[in-house]
C-alpha cells in the first residue's frame, strides 16, 4: 500500500511539474516581446554614445543602415515557411525597429524619436502578443475558419483538462461531423478521451450524448470522432419497409437509424445475439420486429421461434412468415432438441462442399432461432437439455445459423454465463447502471455508454455491438423503427394490423428450403385464419402428454386420458379427436377403444407429427400432393407410413376394455423387486452440498464454478438447477456463507470455509 501511494505521489507530481514547465513557457513567450523590445531601446541609446561625433556620425548612420537592410532582408528570406501575415510581420517588424535604431543613432535625445521609440514598441510589442495567443490557442492553423471541429473541440478539450489535443474533420455532412484527433503522444491514448466525452460536450458545450469516440486501429496517439445532435432521435422513426427484399440473409438487414441520421446496417450471420432491455423500453416491438420483419424477406434463411411467457402477443402477428413457432414449454423444448440433433448433419454437409461456414448459395437455410423472453424457456430446461442447448450454441455458428436470447436482465440467474460471453450485444433501456452492465459489451461500457438515461420514457432507443458493426458506431446510440405511427402516435392495432400484412406477403411456405429444414418446420395458417375450421382449441402441453401415453399404451381410450391426466371428458375427446385427424389413432368404435396407428416405437415420429397449431390443435401429416412428391427423396418418401402402419406382432393375445386382468405367476423362485431408490430429504441435500463445499475449502479452493460441484448431481437425486440454486442463496449479502459471485470471472468466492449456523 505504501509503494502504492508513493507510485501514486510520484505520478502527481510529475503531472504538477509537467503543467508548471508548460504554464512558464507560455508565459515566456508572451514576455519575450517586451524583453526584446526594451533590450532594442537600450541597444540603439548604447549605440548612439558609442559611435556619435559630429564629423563620423553620417558614416556610421550609413553603415547601421546598411545593416538594417540586411537583416531585413534575412528576415524575409527565413520567414518563407510561414503564412503570408506572419512572413509581413516578422519582416515588418526587423525593418521599422531598425529604421527607429538607425534614427536614434543619428539625432539622439529627440523627444520625438524617444515617443515613437515608445508608442511604437508598445505597439510592435502587443501585435507579438496577440500572434502568440492565436498560436497558441490554435486559431491561426489551416483551414480553422473551415473546419469548425477544430476550433470547438480544441476548446472543449483544453476545458475539459486535455489541451495538447488536435481536431480535425476528416467528413461532413448535413448530420454529422466526423473527425481525427491527436492526443498527446506517450501520455494519453483513445480510452483517455473516452473517459473525458462528458467534460468535452460540457465544455463546447453540447447536448449529451452527442460525441462518439473511437480508437484508431492504425495509431495509437490517434482517436476517431463524431458529432451529432442526439435530439433529432425523441420522435420515433416510422418503418420504411423492407430494405432489400429478396436479398440473402448475408446481406446486411435495417434496424432503424443510428444517431447521425444514417442507417443501421447489420449483417446477423455469424454470430449469436442478446437483446436486453427493461419491459416497455421497446425490446419486442423495436427489436424483435424490425429484426424478423427484414429477416422473412430474405429466402435463404428460416425463422425457429418460441415464446412460452407472452405466447402469442409478440411474436404471433408474424406466425405466416415463421417455419416454427413454439408458445408451450413442451414444444420449446422439443424444436430446441430437433434443432440440435441436425446441426452434425448440417456441418457436415458444409465441410463435403469444401466449406468451413455458411455462405449464401451453399444450399442450406440459415436458421435463426428466436427465443423471446428466453429466461423462462431455458428454465424449463432439464440439466441434459440445457447441456444440448449450449451445445447448439457453440456449434450452431459453423452449422449455419444464430441464436437471438431475448430477455430483460441478463445476469447469471437468467443467462447461463457460458452462452452470454458468445453473444453479441444489443441494450435497450434499461433501469439503472448495475443492469447497463448485463446489456452492454465491455467496450460500450468503457466508451461512457448509458442506457439508463432512457428507462422507458425513449422506446425503441438502443446501443448495438456485433462483430458487423462499424469501428465508430458501436457507442453511437440508434433508434428502431416504429410499427403503426399514427400521427406521431403509436396505435397498438394498426401495428398489429400492419405486421400480419407484412407476414402474410412473405409466407414461410412459399420459400424452397433444404429438407432438414422442411423437416424441421411446422407451417401453420396464422390463428385468424386457422380459427375458420370450426376446430376447437387444444392445450399442446395436454396433446403432447396425451400422444405419448397413448402410442406407449397402445390403448387409445377417452377414459384413461381422463384418468391419467385428469381431465374431464369434453378435453379428452378434443384430444383424442385431434390425434385421430393427425392419424394417431382409428376412429371411435363401438364398445371398444381406438385403434392405435403409430407404434411404440414410433413414439418420436408421432411426438413431431404434432404441429401443434394453438387454435385448433392439429396434427398435420406430411403433404401428399404430387409437386411435392416428386420433389421428395424415394428414400424417405414414406417413413411415416412404414411405422404407421405396422402388423400386429401377436394376433392371438386380445382383450376387451373390461377384461378381469389376472395375477402373474410368481415364478420358481419368486420374483423379487428391488426397493425404490431412496430420495434425499432437503436436510440431506444441503448437509451434502456444504460437506462438498468444505472439502474443497479444506483443498485450497478459494472459489470455483456450479461446474466443480457436477458430482453431485452425478451421485445423488440433487439436480443442477436446485444446486445453482442454493449457491446463489448461499451468496446472498444476508445469508453470507459464500463471499459472492465475480460477474468478471463468473466464480462464486469462498474467502472463508463455508459454515452453516
Not at 432489400?244 to 432503424?256: E, T, W, Y
Not at 456441418?347 to 455458411?358: E, F, I, P, S, V
Not at 424452397?512 to 395458417?525: G, I, N, Q, Y
Request: proline fraction near 6%; charged fraction near 25%.
Amino acid at each position: 500500500m505504501a509503494s502504492r501511494t508513493k507510485e501514486l505521489a510520484t505520478v502527481e507530481e510529475s503531472s504538477i511539474s509537467k503543467v508548471a514547465a508548460r504554464e512558464m513557457s507560455k508565459a515566456v513567450a508572451v514576455a519575450m516581446p517586451w524583453f526584446v523590445g526594451l533590450l532594442g531601446y537600450g541597444l540603439a541609446v548604447a549605440l548612439h554614445y558609442i559611435l556619435y561625433t559630429p564629423a563620423t556620425i553620417p558614416a556610421w548612420s550609413s553603415i547601421v543602415t546598411i545593416c538594417v537592410v540586411v537583416l531585413t532582408g534575412v528576415t524575409y528570406g527565413q520567414s518563407h515557411a510561414r503564412g503570408l501575415w506572419g512572413r509581413i510581420h516578422t519582416t515588418a517588424t526587423t525593418f521599422l525597429a531598425g529604421v527607429w535604431a538607425v534614427a536614434v543613432v543619428a539625432y539622439w535625445p529627440n523627444p520625438i524619436i524617444w515617443r515613437l521609440g515608445v508608442v511604437g514598441g508598445i505597439t510592435m510589442a502587443l501585435t507579438w502578443n496577440i500572434r502568440t495567443v492565436i498560436r497558441m490557442k490554435g486559431w491561426d492553423a489551416p483551414g480553422v475558419v473551415s473546419d469548425p471541429l477544430a476550433f470547438l473541440f480544441g476548446q472543449g478539450a483544453e476545458r475539459a483538462g486535455m489541451p495538447a489535443v488536435e481536431a480535425k474533420t476528416t467528413k461532413a455532412t448535413a448530420h454529422k461531423v466526423e473527425g481525427e484527433v491527436q492526443l498527446e503522444r506517450g501520455r494519453q491514448t483513445a480510452e483517455d478521451l473516452q473517459r473525458k466525452v462528458a467534460y468535452v460536450e460540457s465544455g463546447i458545450p453540447l447536448p449529451p450524448g452527442s460525441i462518439t469516440t473511437a480508437i484508431d486501429p492504425d495509431d495509437a496517439s490517434k482517436a476517431k470522432v463524431t458529432i451529432s445532435d442526439p435530439r433529432v432521435m425523441k420522435n420515433p422513426i416510422a418503418w420504411p419497409g423492407a430494405s432489400r427484399p429478396g436479398a440473402s440473409i448475408a446481406d446486411p438487414i435495417r434496424l432503424g437509424l443510428w444517431q447521425d441520421l444514417d442507417p443501421v446496417e447489420y449483417v446477423i450471420v455469424g454470430h449469436h445475439l442478446q437483446i436486453m432491455g427493461m419491459s416497455g423500453a421497446g425490446k419486442s416491438i423495436g427489436g424483435a420486429w424490425n429484426y424478423l420483419a427484414e429477416v422473412v424477406t430474405r429466402p435463404d434463411v428460416a425463422v425457429f421461434a418460441a415464446d412460452i411467457t407472452k405466447g402469442e402477443q409478440t411474436l404471433g402477428p408474424l406466425r405466416p412468415a415463421l417455419h416454427r413457432f413454439e408458445t408451450t414449454k413442451a414444444g420449446a423444448k422439443a424444436m430446441l432438441m430437433e434443432l440440435q440433433a441436425k446441426v452434425k448433419e448440417r456441418t457436415d454437409a458444409l465441410a463435403a462442399k469444401g466449406l468451413q461456414k455458411w455462405k449464401k448459395c451453399c444450399g442450406l437455410a440459415y436458421w435463426l432461432i428466436w427465443l423471446e423472453e428466453c429466461p423462462d424457456i431455458l428454465d424449463a430446461l432439464t440439466d441434459a437439455e440445457m447441456e444440448k442447448f449450449l451445445s447448439l450454441v457453440k456449434a450452431l455458428r459453423s452449422g449455419g445459423g444464430t441464436v437471438v436470447l431475448s430477455l430483460q436482465r441478463s445476469d447469471y440467474t437468467q443467462m447461463p454465463t457460458i452462452a452470454r460471453g458468445q453473444l453479441a450485444k444489443m441494450c435497450f433501456g434499461v433501469e439503472n447502471a448495475a443492469d447497463a452492465s448485463f446489456g452492454l459489451s465491455e467496450r460500450q461500457q468503457d466508451s461512457g455508454c448509458r442506457p439508463e438515461l432512457w428507462t422507458t420514457t425513449q422506446q425503441g432507443m438502443a446501443y448495438l455491438d456485433a462483430p458487423s458493426i462499424a469501428e465508430g458506431r458501436f457507442a453511437m446510440p440508434m433508434r428502431t423503427f416504429a410499427w403503426g405511427i399514427s400521427g406521431g402516435v403509436f396505435d397498438d392495432e394498426l401495428a398489429n394490423a400492419a405486421m400480419r400484412e407484412h407476414a402474410a406477403q412473405w409466407s414461410a411456405a412459399a420459400k424452397k428450403v433444404d429438407a432438414t429444414t422442411a423437416a424441421l418446420s411446422r407451417l401453420s395458417p396464422a390463428p385468424a385464419a386457422a380459427a375458420g375450421t370450426g376446430r376447437p382449441a387444444v392445450d399442446q402441453e395436454l396433446l403432447l402428454a396425451a400422444v405419448e401415453l397413448v402410442v406407449t399404451t397402445q390403448f387409445g381410450s377417452t377414459s384413461m386420458l381422463q384418468r391419467k391426466l385428469r381431465i374431464g371428458h369434453a378435453v379428452a375427446e378434443q384430444l383424442m379427436d385431434a390425434m385421430e385427424h393427425g392419424g394417431i389413432v382409428g376412429p371411435a368404435r363401438q364398445g371398444q377403444a381406438r385403434e392405435v396407428k403409430a407404434s411404440p416405437d414410433a413414439l418420436p415420429l408421432a411426438l413431431a407429427m404434432v404441429l401443434g397449431d394453438p387454435q385448433t390443435g392439429e396434427i398435420r401429416l406430411p403433404d401428399t400432393d404430387e409437386d411435392q412428391e416428386e420433389s421428395v427423396d424415394d428414400d424417405v418418401r414414406d417413413v411415416a407410413k412404414e411405422y404407421l402402419e405396422t402388423d400386429d406382432p401377436d394376433p392371438a393375445v386380445q382383450a376387451g376394455i373390461d377384461d378381469e386382468i389376472p395375477d402373474l405367476d410368481e415364478g420358481e423362485p419368486p420374483w423379487r423387486f428391488a426397493p425404490p431408490q431412496q430420495r434425499m430429504t432437503p436436510e440431506e441435500r444441503g448437509a451434502a452440498l456444504m460437506k462438498r463445499l468444505q472439502e474443497m475449502w479444506d483443498d485450497g479452493a478459494r472459489d470455483f464454478s456450479s461446474g466443480d460441484l457436477k458430482v453431485l448431481w452425478e451421485t445423488t437425486d440433487m439436480s443442477r438447477s436446485w444446486v445453482q440454486k442454493q449457491l446463489r442463496r448461499l451468496a446472498q449479502p444476508e445469508v453470507a456463507v459464500l463471499g459472492g459471485y465475480d460477474e468478471e470471472s463468473q466464480r462464486y468466492l469462498m474467502p472463508e470455509r463455508p459454515e452453516v449456523e
